[in-house]
T-cell receptor
Framework: SQKIEQNSEALNIQEGKTATLTCNYT??????LQWYRQDPGRGPVFLLL?????KEKRKERLKVTFDTTLKQSLFHITASQPADSATYLC?????????FGKGTKLSVKP | DAGITQSPRHKVTETGTPVTLRCHQT?????MYWYRQDPGHGLRLIHY???????DKGEVSDGYSVSRSKTEDFLLTLESATSSQTSVYFC??????????????FGQGTRLTVV
């Protein structure tokens, strides 16, 4: 079955450092991959989308890469801030369905 | 915020009773999704719809049914609720994979407790 894995349940980093989150997929050829942020008690909020024919996308302090050979996406937050603390979800889409990984809880310490 | 509303926001029900959750959108998006979110499992897709009367199963569809008779409404029904269906349910809408901006917008969630 299709599987999306986010390797780390939790990631703790110091303010100002770059956070790197990993998403791997198996038994799947997604047309695109998305990253979302979820705060406690709230629904996920979309951050970035990258399509299968794109290698890298950037938005302000966020960068996402997509490697279809490795079946992996990396999500980077540069110059991290305590306000970046949240759970980050990876999602893969193809033919209309949208499947999420379990998420990585990022904590940025001052 | 995208125009998506879930109702009710909270519900407590007894085992064996039917329950219907409603998702309403004002964005005219083609795709609508129902997910459940549980600790240790993340967001899991229950069912989704790609148009009026067009629905498909997700990874955890057993015990759930859906209906979409209008573009704006997507109903999730638990025919006979069980304690294992205690969860937070999220509805999401999207324009679809062929669109330039195909991000999903989520509702506020419904916390369902089956006792």
């Amino acid at each position: 079955s299709q599987k999306i894995e986010q390797n780390s349940e939790a990631l703790n980093i110091q303010e100002g450092k770059t956070a790197t989150l990993t998403c791997n997929y198996t038994n799947y050829s997604p047309a695109y991959l998305q990253w979302y942020r979820q705060d406690p008690g709230r629904g996920p909020v979309f951050l970035l989308l990258i399509r299968e024919n794109e290698k890298e996308k950037r938005k302000e302090r966020l960068k996402v890469t997509f490697d279809t050979t490795l079946k992996q996406s990396l999500f980077h937050i540069t110059a991290s801030q305590p306000a970046d603390s949240a759970t980050y979800l990876c999602a893969c889409g193809s033919q209309g369905n949208l499947i999420f990984g379990k998420g990585t809880k990022l904590s940025v310490k001052p | 915020d995208a125009g998506i509303t879930q109702s009710p926001r909270h519900k407590v029900t007894e085992t064996g009773t039917p329950v219907t959750l409603r998702c309403h959108q004002t964005e005219n998006h083609r795709y609508m999704y129902w997910y459940r979110q549980d600790p240790g499992h993340g967001l899991r897709l229950i069912h989704y719809s790609y148009g009026v009367k067009d629905t498909d199963k997700g990874e955890v569809s057993d015990g759930y049914s859906v209906s979409r008779s209008k573009t704006e409404d997507f109903l999730l029904t638990l025919e006979s609720a069980t304690s294992s269906q205690t969860s937070v349910y999220f509805c999401a809408i999207a324009t679809g994979p062929g669109s330039r901006n195909t991000e999903a917008f989520f509702g506020q969630g419904t916390r369902l407790t089956v006792v």
